[in-house]
């Protein structure tokens, strides 16, 4: 079984610009959740989607938006993009939403993302 | 302050030693209580979960939850140099969002 799939894996963008990042679930899955990793704040939760709704929302300004498809697969959107956005994007996938009973997420690889 | 703390380290050990790690949390509604395992430029991968008090063992690891002081801890037994890896304890709060420690750098040493 193919497990949670980011791409691209690395990105470099400037100042200003936007992006759009990836993420397909593993086989099943119903739920995605993005997260921004950095060093200094460590794993913050972006959003969570769920049947193509929105479930969850971090502590993120509005240019980080997402959405997911009908086939569950989700994208990732920054925009006006920012030195501090420089990260590592993590998406996450479940079988049902977040706190459902005894459910587990399983991560992909993530997108490097570098804003020079 | 953070919802879970957990010290960043990084955490040195010999090969063969008890690897210790822990996280306190200060919201008492926390339902679910996770280990995750994330190795360079990998995302975090599931090792332990639990959601009620006591311990709990799945062969060289034991997660341990003390409810009442709001502190779980992670044991490795028998370390080996392919731990080495960052440890992320992550806790589900009331509204079903993972709430994750800052995570501990374990370095295992041949």
């Known amino acids: 079984k193919a497990g949670v799939t980011q791409t691209p894996r690395y990105l470099i963008k400037t100042r200003g610009q936007q992006v759009t990042l990836s993420c397909s679930p593993i086989?099943?899955?119903?739920?995605v959740s993005w997260y921004q990793q950095t060093p200094g704040q460590g794993l913050q939760f972006l959003f969570e989607?769920?049947?193509?709704?929105?479930?969850n929302k971090g502590n993120f300004p509005g240019r980080f938006s997402g959405r997911q498809f009908s086939n569950s697969r989700s994208e990732m959107n920054v925009s006006t993009l920012e030195l501090g956005d420089s990260a590592l994007y993590l998406c996450?996938?479940?079988?049902?939403?977040?706190?459902?009973?005894?459910?587990?997420?399983?991560f992909g690889s993530g997108t490097q993302l570098s804003v020079l | 302050q953070k919802e879970v703390e957990q010290d960043p380290g990084p955490l040195s050990v010999p090969e063969g030693a008890i690897v210790s790690l822990n996280c306190t949390y200060s919201n008492s509604a926390f339902q679910y209580f996770m280990w995750y395992r994330q190795y360079s430029r990998k995302g975090p991968e599931l090792l332990m979960y639990t959601y009620s008090s006591g311990n709990k063992e799945d062969g060289r690891f034991t997660a341990q939850v003390d409810k009442s002081s709001k502190y779980i801890s992670l044991f490795i037994r028998d370390s080996q140099p392919s731990d080495s890896a960052t440890y992320l304890c992550?806790?589900?709060?009331?509204?079903?969002?993972?709430?994750f420690g800052a995570g501990t750098q374990v370095v295992v040493t041949p």
């Open positions: 086989s099943g899955h119903r739920s």
């Open positions: 992550a806790i589900t709060d009331s509204w079903g969002k993972l709430q």
């Open positions: 989607y769920f049947s193509e709704t929105q479930r």
């Open positions: 996450a996938s479940s079988l049902a939403y977040q706190g459902a009973s005894n459910e587990k997420l399983f």
